[in-house]
């Protein structure tokens, strides 16, 4: 049980494992897709391998190919999911990949952006960070007692919570499927910092 007076808890962020259109390299939002053959024996693979740590809680996002993960890599333990976890809306870009969005002047523009300019009919970055933010804080109030907690989520929103909380930039925390992260949280319930951000 953590010592509440340290109120500092270990962080393991993972990204959930490979789907067909992650392997076809499309963008992968609010499509709930499965995953993919290959993507559950790399995550056998690497559980064989002893990549993740080990934790005392799990939680996810709804979304099946973050559910399918978890139950993957975590099968014994307790686990919940938290709705503000579902990946970015990419609006009109979901489901297309680079090759199939080239001439069109609003991906363009989102790529000169960085980033930055909502997805058409879609998401802003600012209003998805935002969201991991709310998902962040009712994790909080379900996680008072655990030492190890484990976050099985989507790419976007590991760079929304690690960006927010760890300083860098958003796209400084890109990790494929099946990768990740391990960090230090201090003052977890009160003013997070996120520190000793280590791969997976």
């Known amino acids: 049980m953590r010592n509440s007076s340290e109120n500092q808890i270990t962080l393991v962020l993972i990204r959930h494992g490979k789907t067909k259109s992650n392997a076809q390299h499309r963008y ?75 001439g069109d002047e609003r991906y363009q523009e989102w790529i000169d952006s960085n980033g930055t300019l909502p997805f058409p009919h879609g998401e802003s970055r600012e209003d998805f960070i935002e969201r991991c933010e709310k998902g962040f804080w009712k994790m909080q109030t379900q996680a008072m007692k655990a030492e190890k907690v484990g976050m099985i989520v989507h790419g976007g929103t590991i760079m929304a919570i690690l960006s927010r909380y760890g300083g860098g930039e958003y796209f400084d925390y890109r990790t494929d499927n099946g990768k990740g992260y391990v960090c230090t949280v201090k003052n977890f319930n009160k003013k997070p910092e996120i520190t000793e951000i280590k791969k997976i």
């Open 28 to 102: 992968l939002g609010k499509t709930d897709e499965m995953l993919s053959k290959e993507g559950i024996q790399e995550l056998l693979q690497n559980k064989k391998m002893q990549c993740y740590p080990d934790v005392d809680i799990v939680f996810a996002s709804p979304m099946k190919r973050c559910v399918q993960t978890a139950q993957i890599l975590y099968p014994y333990v307790p686990y919940a999911t938290v709705d503000e976890w579902t990946e970015m809306d990419f609006g009109d870009f979901e489901g297309k990949n680079y090759q199939e969005l080239q």
